[in-house]
């Protein structure tokens, strides 16, 4: 933490017989307070998520309640297209998609049945889903590289209400390293019904991460030969 040091000059009073130096200055040291810690906190369908929004984030709730959205005030480019991450929390319910009775990772099912699905991904590049352990928790990852433009990690982790929290991170593709930079900031002090889940676990994911190749759509030949 920076520290703002003030300190006022000492004059030095001298006479013929000997040099006698003034009462010493005031030498103040600030130390200025921390900035108080700004958690969000929301309901989504019965599950209590609170999400500590850092410093340029702002945090809100969609007019349909479904979601938290975290959004970085980045600014604009040349183009006048915002920058930045914007983040999407939500709480799937398993409904028929899964039997959480017959497999051993539930966010792992959902996120194969979602990646492998046009209407979820549409024509975009997915790589195929991957497990992983969330504090103790069954969970699960995939990257989406958009044929619009925009790379999205999804990352879902089973709750003990047989829920799924789900994190869509996305970011402009000429920023999507920043994820796997922001995962700790953005992931690491989630709060799901009052417990805190530990974000130390998102740093076993691999770093960088790989998001798939996005193939340039050719263009059909007219009859003109263009």
Known sequence: MNKLFII??????TTAC???PATPGLTEEYTPEPAPENWFHGEIKGVAVDVLVPLNWEATIPEDGEAITLVEHAGLNENGTAEGILVSVFVHELDDMVDVETVDNPALAVLNYVA????YVNDSP??????FTWDGHHAAYYLRSG????YV???AVMLPTEQLLVCNIATPARESQRIRESLPLLLGNLKINGALLDGAHLDDLPNPLNFPDVVPEI????????
């Open 219 to 226: 263009p059909e030949a007219t009859d003109d030969g263009w």
């Open 153 to 155: 990690m999804v990352l």
């Open 116 to 119: 492998h699905n046009p209407d």
């Open 147 to 150: 044929v619009d433009g925009i």
């Open 18 to 20: 000997n040099t006698v």
């Open 8 to 13: 006022l000059p000492i004059w030095l009073l």
């Open 126 to 131: 997915v790589s195929e889903p991957a497990a």
